[in-house]
């Protein structure tokens, strides 16, 4: 291989990571307040990918990017209110599998309403753009992805470590039924949580699928696991942890595709995780906690 | 090494930055009833922890009839980190975890109960059984060991029976009352046949009746089991009673040891709980 | 109820299935969706089982059934396929030679080995997947709950990645899957119809011995409270170790079975969505119930695949075209059917508590007590409390 096609395989690569980040921060929030996997978030991008179809069927980009990610701001909540609230005392194992169910109900949803069949991601076309820079040549989406995971990283950094919410966020991740007695209310914090894990989901959604350019029912699940792994690389509960993480991610996969190793590709992800959770398995900036006896 | 049924040496603990029990040496001998004080906080319970196994200690060794079966010294990041006393004197790493050390013969309870909830009364007992079983997998399965299985029920209802809750045996253990919860845990601790019997607070929410009963019960099972008791308690009543020497713990370290007249009378641990009125 | 009762309840039961399978056999050109939805039932009922060895009674979360089933597969698939169809499966890439070597020397063994070559198969399988779970316990099962959950994901789909890959064209034939495998082998004698009944029922038995041995009580004590079982001179790694091995030879043996029920196999067939499916059964069934894990996995397959089909067709009555029904309704039925479960009745359909004559006995006297005004106190805490 010549350095330009690496080149042009890190520049993939990197916007591959930059969709992964974006959706590994949805899982490393939620872990990081509510303890739970949330299975479903992979989903979500899905159905994030659908909507985008059927948004853009009958409006101009400009309308039905908002349209998108408002659209998934309310699944998201909707998830969480349904489906996670009821089992707040519940067992841990009983919320996963909640999570579970809800993955498996959007999928056989999807499958319902727009049947298994690939169907077409719309086309911005400004997006599509192709761009050179010397040697290397891609469309604009890949060189805004990155740029855009910074920015929107950057804005959420600043909205946790400078907002009353941002502040509640990490009170309750730090201890749920203390921060409730110091009178944070929780459903609100978590509701919050969802929203902009949900946003960022259909952000990373538009990135990831406009360069895809089609949607499944099981479009999600890989994805979203690879993400969740991405977190836990990154440490979980941290947010630049897992803009690291999707970055590695996606770098990674995108270098084994393209030295033929594609059936690898997908496992190489889990094995990272594995390797991962044996010998720092706090992640890159995790912190430790203990349990007390 | 000595004739003491345990024996602790410059044991520490020390969590990052924080010294939970500062070079902690003193030890307990056979048949005793030996109590660990202090205000909350002191150390009491990583003390236990560490004796059975719960965490490695930072610096310092463990010994249990005379034979030593924890040691251990600062190590990686924290050698940099190590603020208490005695470090280099135990060059051997030793550490065990909490089953080994119950096979050993040393049990304990926990001062938060915890008691396996959705399991009966019996099943939790007989569980503690399950250690001395000499049965493999495929002889378990397969029922090859019923007459060691017959003995090990034999053996919990003898236990039951004993600790009096024989007519509770197929209650769910988180419907008992609290006293009892208590009792169960001792019950389970005493079936794993133990020598020496760790008690994590056993009179923590109970009234002064029940605390007297408990009296009577733990030396009651001292004779019956002949065993050695270490406990730490807060009931001062129980305490000072029961016990045939007290070490008093404050900020981890050992501030006071003697019998229950010596150490009640002991100016340090007077100030320990009362607090040294700084401003006076 | 008295012993006795009990015991010739349980006898007439047993007589009754006898019947059915006899009964089957004999109607075997006319029944055959309920047969093969009774085999693929008593299939996934090993697996349910073993799963909630594990989840139910071990209290370790794991999500690699898949990736343990299809071990047992494969290997029971090549161990399987006759010599003369191997060229005709690996018509792609061709055999790998000691693998048709091996099938040789199989073929070439006298003819009363050759008829338990299959149960065989199913054996190794299941002993290679409980040593490759042996080996990958050591590092995982030291993680907790749901750290231990997305680690078995990823060796199930680890396992996948390297069946599916093209560096073992010539042993798994890569993404082309195995096909042309055998169906269920006599069992001594009688009609191979009844083989997967057969061992469902000795492998289910077993599972329910290990439980209620001494080990099965330690498998609890370690669901109930880590810290505490540990005290109790409970060894965490010997004993999760243990239980993470059997559940993972069960799991491949009724993968092994699952690839003579389907005749074909591919990577695919393992995916995530498998796990998600066994674990489905168990949880409607009830965590921490063998009776209830077998028992969801007949009524979870027959409704998915039978009662809850016609959600799947137009329907119309008196004229008029009901919405929503066409293809795809029923899975999203059945998925809304499992939140309601998770969400409401959590317990499942047996909670932890196993079938007994008694409760069936009861049975009538509680459907009466759902129908009058007041619920029994039990049932109107519901789940299980705080």
């Known amino acids: ?293 | 090494m000595s004739g003491h049924v345990l024996e602790l040496q410059n044991l520490t603990m020390q969590f990052g930055g924080v010294v939970a029990v500062d070079d902690l040496s003193m030890y307990v001998d056979k048949g005793e009833i030996v109590a660990l004080i202090g205000p909350n906080g002191a150390g009491k319970t990583t003390a236990f922890n560490m004796i059975t196994g719960v965490y490695a200690p930072t610096n310092g060794a463990i010994f249990f009839n005379g034979e030593q079966i924890i040691s251990n010294h600062p190590q990686g990041n924290m050698k940099k980190l190590y603020q208490g006393g005695s470090a280099g004197k135990f060059p051997n790493v030793m550490v065990k975890l909490p089953d080994v050390i119950t096979k050993l013969g040393i049990a304990r309870t926990f001062q938060n109960i915890r008691l396996f909830k959705d399991l009966t009364v019996f099943e939790n007992v007989l569980i503690a059984k399950h250690m001395r079983s000499k049965a493999g997998v495929f002889a378990a399965t397969f029922r090859l060991n019923a007459k060691e299985e017959r003995a090990m029920r034999a053996e919990t209802m003898r236990l039951l029976e004993i600790l009096e809750l024989a007519d509770l045996r197929d209650e769910t253990a988180s419907n008992l009352p609290y006293g009892k919860q208590r009792r169960l845990e001792i019950a389970r601790a005493l079936a794993t046949e133990p020598s020496l019997l760790l008690l994590d607070e056993p009179a923590a929410g109970m009234n002064p009746q029940e605390t007297a009963e408990l009296t009577a019960f733990i030396k009651q099972i001292r004779d019956d089991f002949k065993l050695t008791v270490f406990m730490i308690e807060h009931h001062m009543d129980l305490v000072m009673e029961i016990s045939d020497r007290i070490y008093v713990l404050d900020f981890g370290k050992l501030i006071a040891a003697g019998t229950p007249d010596e150490v009640q009378n002991n100016q340090r641990v007077i100030d320990a709980y009362l607090g040294v009125a700084d401003d006076a | 109820m008295k012993k006795g009762t009990k015991r010739i309840c349980s006898l007439v039961l047993l007589v009754l299935i006898a019947l059915l399978l006899f009964w089957l056999e004999a109607n075997k050109s006319g029944q055959g969706m309920l047969i093969s939805i009774l085999q693929k039932s008593a299939i996934l009922a090993i697996v349910a089982v073993s799963m909630n060895l594990l989840n139910g009674f071990t209290g370790l979360f794991s999500l690699g059934q898949a990736g343990f089933m299809s071990i047992g597969a494969y290997i029971t698939a090549i161990l399987t396929i006759p010599v003369v169809n191997l060229d005709g499966v690996y018509y792609m890439n061709g055999v790998a030679p000691w693998v048709r070597a091996l099938k040789e020397g199989m073929e070439a063994g006298p003819s009363w080995l050759q008829s338990v070559y299959p149960f065989l198969a199913l054996i190794v399988g299941g002993l290679v997947a409980a040593g490759f779970a042996a080996l990958i316990g050591i590092p995982v099962l030291r993680l907790k709950s749901d750290y231990l959950a997305i680690a078995t994901l990823g060796f199930s789909e680890i396992i996948r990645a390297i069946f599916s890959s093209p560096q073992m064209d010539t042993i798994t034939n890569g993404s082309y899957g195995l096909n042309k495998v055998p169906t269920f082998p006599k069992f001594f004698g009688l009609p191979s119809l009844f083989t997967p009944f057969i061992i469902a029922g000795v492998t289910i038995a077993l599972m329910v011995l290990l439980i209620n041995s001494s080990y099965g009580r330690a498998f609890k004590a370690i669901r109930e409270d880590e810290v505490a079982a540990e005290a109790m001179g409970i060894s965490l790694f010997r004993h999760k170790e243990l239980s993470f091995v059997v559940s993972s030879f069960f799991t491949a043996i009724s993968g092994g079975l699952l690839a003579m029920f389907m005749r074909s196999i591919e990577a695919k067939t393992f995916s995530i969505a498998l796990t998600y499916d066994i674990l489905l059964i168990v949880v409607i069934g009830g965590i921490g119930s063998v009776s209830g894990s077998v028992l969801s996995a007949f009524l979870v397959t027959a409704s998915k695949e039978w009662w809850l089909r016609f959600f799947d067709q137009p329907l119309t009555i008196g004229g008029w075209q009901v919405p929503l029904f066409r293809t795809g309704f029923r899975m999203v039925i059945f998925s809304i059917l499992l939140m309601a479960v998770v969400l409401f009745y959590r317990r499942g359909i047996m909670g932890n508590s196993e079938f007994s004559w008694d409760g069936v006995a009861r049975l009538p006297g509680r459907i009466k007590g759902w129908f009058s005004r007041k619920r029994p106190a039990h049932e109107a805490a519901g789940g299980d409390g705080i």
């Open chain 1, 1 to 293: 291989m010549s350095l330009t096609t690496i080149l042009q395989h890190c520049l993939t690569g990197i916007s591959l990571g930059g969709a992964y980040a974006l959706i590994a921060i949805g899982y490393t929030m939620v872990y990081g307040i509510l303890r739970l996997i949330n299975f479903a978030h992979g989903d979500i991008f899905m159905m994030a990918g659908y909507f985008m179809i059927f948004a853009m069927a009958s409006f101009p980009w400009q309308v039905a990017i908002p349209l998108v990610i408002v659209g998934t701001i309310v699944m998201g909540v909707v998830i969480e209110r349904v489906a996670y609230k009821p089992l707040r005392t519940a067992p841990r194992m009983s919320i996963m599998i909640s999570a579970i169910g809800v993955s498996y109900l959007l999928q056989n949803l999807a499958t319902y309403l727009f049947t298994a069949i690939p169907r077409g991601y719309p086309e911005i076309p400004f997006l599509k753009k192709i761009f050179h820079i010397g040697a290397l040549s891609a469309s604009l989406v890949t060189f805004l992805t990155p740029v855009l995971t910074i920015l929107l990283v950057i804005f959420l950094m600043l909205l946790i470590k400078k907002t009353k919410v941002g502040m509640a966020m990490r009170a309750v991740s730090k201890d749920f039924e203390t921060s409730q007695l110091m009178g944070i209310k929780i459903n609100n914090i978590i509701s919050a949580t969802f929203v902009i894990g949900s946003a960022l989901a259909a952000v990373g959604s538009i990135l990831y699928f406009t360069d895809r350019m089609s949607v499944t029912p099981f479009s999600g699940t890989l994805p979203g696991l690879k993400c969740f792994v991405a977190a836990v690389f990154g440490g979980i509960g941290s947010i630049p942890g897992a803009v690291v993480g999707g970055f590695v991610i996606g770098i990674a996969e995108t270098l084994l595709v393209a030295m033929g190793y594609s059936t690898f590709s997908d496992a190489f992800t889990f094995l990272l995780l594995i390797v991962m959770l044996l010998f720092r398995p706090t992640g890159l900036f995790g912190e430790k906690s203990t349990d007390k006896v």
